[in-house]
């Protein structure tokens, strides 16, 4: 998990899109104008991009049955964030888990789901695929095949801090930080240092004391994110089951990971490679460090493991 710590500057914490929501900026005076901006872009985001609103643009395009439909600038921007991280990974993210998430029992906002319930029929089941859907970014224009849902979980938070962050810096100046879940995107001049961020492997407040395994690194531009097997994690029938799901099999991927947290040049792309990283189990550090991307790869039985240049002061 990420968590921005307490710096001198001024910060406002809410909850909203059923996550936490964290906005600091380095010009105290333009907090409150900054936290009504940010409150009405996540509703927008929340209005277009909900699988748990049977009014949201998302619920809607199950009508749709195959017919390319009019979408808003959101919700066309946030899919295609969802088919960027497809095209990346080879598909290890995939916006077309929908279903299957659903049959895992991961069926509403989070925050009501039962933490515990007999057997749903979890089964090996291959998602319909992301190619099979079509975007027309002139016509701003979507294409759900029959049968599909989408689930933007796995990126649309990310993406929605980068343009959070982005906006924000632009209408207020200064410098803007904006966590949306741990999802962390920075703009405009950072504050001497760069934006202290602790990451761990628990959820937890930033002013909670530190776990025993964390590290506090510095954020000067771009975005940070962790994904974990360990945070929204539910039982049905004994087994349990977390919230990142393997395409190829529609089932929760095995934890070898219990977090992946990296540094990238967004959050949209920090949040893409951390997810398809715990999916991708073993084989994760060497594709990370193929990439060259910052991380820090912790192990269900805490053994860190860093790529990339991943600060060496702590583990």
């Known amino acids: 998990m990420t968590a921005v710590l307490d710096v001198p500057l001024a910060a406002a914490s809410w909850t909203a899109i059923g996550t936490g929501i964290r906005l600091v900026v380095t010009d105290p005076p333009a907090l409150d104008r900054g936290q009504a901006l940010l409150r009405v872009y996540l ?11 049977p009014d949201s643009e998302l619920s809607r395009l199950s009508g749709a049955a195959g017919r390319p439909v009019v979408v808003s600038p959101v919700l066309a921007g946030a899919v295609g964030a969802a088919l960027r991280g497809a095209a990346l990974t080879g598909g290890d993210v995939d916006p077309t888990v929908g279903l299957a998430m659903a049959a895992a029992g991961y069926d509403r906002d989070f925050s009501l789901l039962p933490p515990d319930g007999p057997v749903r029929g979890v089964t090996v ?4 695929g992301w190619r099979d859907i079509v975007l027309d970014e002139e016509a701003r224009t979507l294409t759900v095949p029959a049968g599909v849902r989408l689930d933007l979980g796995a990126t649309a ?3 929605a801090a980068d343009q959070a962050a982005a906006r924000l810096a632009a209408e207020l100046g200064g410098g803007i930080l904006v966590s949306l879940g741990g999802d962390i995107s920075v703009a405009g001049q950072a504050p001497a ?3 202290p961020v602790r990451v761990q492997d628990v959820t937890g407040d930033p002013g909670d004391p530190a776990p025993e395994s964390s590290v506090v690194v510095a954020v000067s531009d771009g975005g940070l994110a962790t994904s974990s097997t360990t945070a929204r994690r539910w039982r049905r029938g004994g087994a349990v089951l977390h ?8 089932l929760p991927a095995p934890p070898v990971w219990r977090t992946v947290s990296v540094a990238a040049a967004t959050a949209l792309d920090a949040n893409i490679a951390s997810t398809a990283a715990i999916i991708r189990g073993l084989a994760a550090p060497a594709w990370l460090s193929g990439l060259g991307l910052a991380a820090r790869l912790v192990t269900v039985g805490g053994a860190v493991i860093t790529t990339g240049g991943w600060p060496s002061g702590g583990t």
């Open 243 to 250: 919230h990142i799901l393997d395409p190829r099999s529609g």
């Open 193 to 195: 240092g760069g934006w």
């Open 157 to 159: 938070k990310a993406w």
């Open 43 to 53: 509703a927008a985001l929340d209005a277009a991009c909900s699988r748990f609103r």
């Open 125 to 128: 089941r291959h998602v319909a």
